[in-house]
């Protein structure tokens, strides 16, 4: 398939409307890795590895915002050992737009 062609874009996913605080949530500098646990009910977490260092962070439920969260497994398969799983952007979007709208946001 050419990139570009209509045959190309086929299977390309949809792309869905984030709203703006949830955008916001998960844009940050950084290469970031999210993770939640397994039945994807715990809170959201994610590893920014920049320049100056990694930052370990949870999505808090109540705050709504990005907090320290001690050290996250590394490796996939260590991740798994602490029962997580990782995500993608869409489904720590996801994850993220269900924290607020329980919160009434």
Not at 39 to 60: K, N, Q, S
Not at 88 to 102: F, G, K
Request: glycine fraction near 12%; charged fraction near 30%; aromatic fraction near 4%.
């Amino acid at each position: 398939m050419r990139p570009g062609s209509l045959r190309g874009h086929l299977g390309t996913p949809a792309l869905r409307s984030v709203d703006g605080a949830v955008l916001d949530a998960v844009d940050a500098p950084g290469r970031i890795t999210y993770y939640t646990a397994d039945e994807r009910r715990g809170p959201v977490l994610r590893r920014r590895v920049l320049r100056t260092g990694t930052h370990d962070e949870a999505f808090g439920r109540e705050s709504l915002r990005w907090e320290p969260a001690g050290p996250l497994p590394g490796p996939r398969e260590k991740a798994a050992e602490y029962g997580l799983v990782r995500l993608d952007e869409v489904e720590a979007a996801d994850l993220i737009a269900a924290a607020m709208t329980a919160a009434g946001r």
